[in-house]
């Protein structure tokens, strides 16, 4: 066969090798993870702790004493006295599992991952009670594909809007008892089986604000995941496409911990 011939054969092969060797996230150049990120909308998807925030009954409010001030001592600190789940934190499996790993137990590997985003905004609007199900979870991936191991779940209720808000962020009737979204124990068990990272929600709790049992808690912590409550607005993030970084204090014996939280967007056009 003539050489010539071989060459044509071989051009959009050779095409087609070249355009998957140089397409990156954004389907353009290709880019290292450097320069992604670097490019990258970052998203701050917490609140700061302030002493008059919401905190779960309970809790141990955020109290800042100051010990010294550039005036009087040459440089300014304080002393923090906080619950270890105020705020936007992380929930370790050691929370709910005794013996189970503790909030410095949680690999750097499984704090960062693709952020999967539940919208049910629309069932909260008529429902402060609302229970995620597994038909949402199942609507998604219908949409998006199957969960996968290294996903990190969000719940976006719309509840962070009643942030810092104590008294409507908790939504307690007379009796006490709390009125805001969480999972159904349900959806907790689906996700648990789809070995998700973790799940993260805009409210107090992953369980429903009338959970005196904390039983999708039980159910997920037990199964080596681990939650991250009282995100913040969710809206800027879509279905699928964010990417997360989950930095909780790094307390040994923890049962959890305040926690940054990134979402790393591809940069706008
Ligand atoms: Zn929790």
């Given at each position: 066969m003539?050489t010539g011939y071989w060459?044509?054969?071989?051009?959009?092969l050779a095409?087609?090798?070249?355009?998957?060797?140089?397409?990156?996230?954004s389907?353009?150049e290709?880019?290292?993870?450097?320069e992604?990120?670097?490019?990258a909308?970052?998203?701050d998807?917490?609140?700061?702790?302030?002493?008059?925030?919401?905190?779960?009954?309970?809790g141990?409010?955020?109290?800042?004493?100051?010990?010294?001030?550039?005036?009087?001592?040459g440089?300014?600190?304080?002393?923090?006295?906080?619950g270890e789940?105020?705020?936007?934190h992380?929930?370790?499996?050691?929370?709910?599992?005794?013996?189970?790993a503790?909030?410095?137990?949680?690999?750097?590997?499984v704090?960062?991952?693709p952020?999967a985003?539940?919208?049910?905004?629309?069932?909260?609007?008529?429902?402060?009670?609302y229970e995620v199900s597994t038909?949402?979870?199942?609507?998604?991936e219908?949409?998006?594909g199957?969960?996968q191991?290294?996903h990190?779940?969000l719940?976006?209720?719309?509840?962070?809007?009643?942030?810092?808000?104590?008294?409507?962020?908790?939504?307690?009737?007379?009796?006490?008892?709390?009125?805001?979204?969480g999972?159904?124990?349900?959806?907790?068990?689906?996700l648990?089986?789809?070995?998700?990272?973790?799940?993260?929600?805009?409210?107090?709790?992953?369980?429903?604000?009338?959970?005196?049992?904390?039983?999708?808690h039980?159910?997920f912590l037990t199964?080596?995941?681990?939650?991250?409550?009282?995100?913040a607005?969710?809206?800027a993030?879509p279905?699928?496409?964010?990417?997360?970084?989950?930095?909780?204090?790094?307390?040994?014996?923890?049962s959890g911990?305040?926690?940054?939280?990134f979402a790393?967007?591809?940069?706008?056009?």
């Open positions: 003539h060459k044509l054969l071989l051009f959009p095409l087609l090798l070249g355009a998957c060797a140089t397409s990156g996230p389907g353009r290709s880019q290292t993870p450097a992604w990120l670097s490019r909308r970052v998203v998807l917490g609140h700061p702790l302030t002493p008059d925030m919401p905190v779960f009954p309970g141990t409010r955020l109290s800042a004493k100051v010990q010294g001030t550039v005036e009087r001592d440089y300014f600190i304080r002393q923090l006295e906080l789940h105020i705020g936007t992380v929930d370790a499996p050691a929370h709910f599992a005794a013996g189970s503790s909030v410095d137990r949680l690999p750097p590997d704090l960062r991952g952020a985003v539940v919208d049910v905004t629309a069932q909260v609007a008529s429902n402060p009670d038909a949402d979870i199942e609507a998604w219908r949409e998006h199957p969960l191991p290294q990190l779940v719940i976006r209720t719309g509840w962070a809007a009643r942030w810092p808000d104590e008294q409507r962020y908790r939504n307690a009737d007379a009796a006490g008892v709390m009125h805001f979204p999972l159904s124990l349900a959806a907790s068990r689906l648990r089986l789809r070995q998700v990272r973790a799940i993260g929600i805009d409210t107090l709790s992953t369980d429903p604000g009338p959970s005196a049992t904390f039983e999708q039980k159910d199964g080596g995941g681990y939650h991250i409550e009282n995100l607005d969710l809206s993030l279905p699928v496409g964010a990417f997360l970084v989950v930095s909780p204090l790094f307390v040994k014996d923890g911990a305040p926690a940054r939280v790393f967007l591809p940069p706008e056009r």
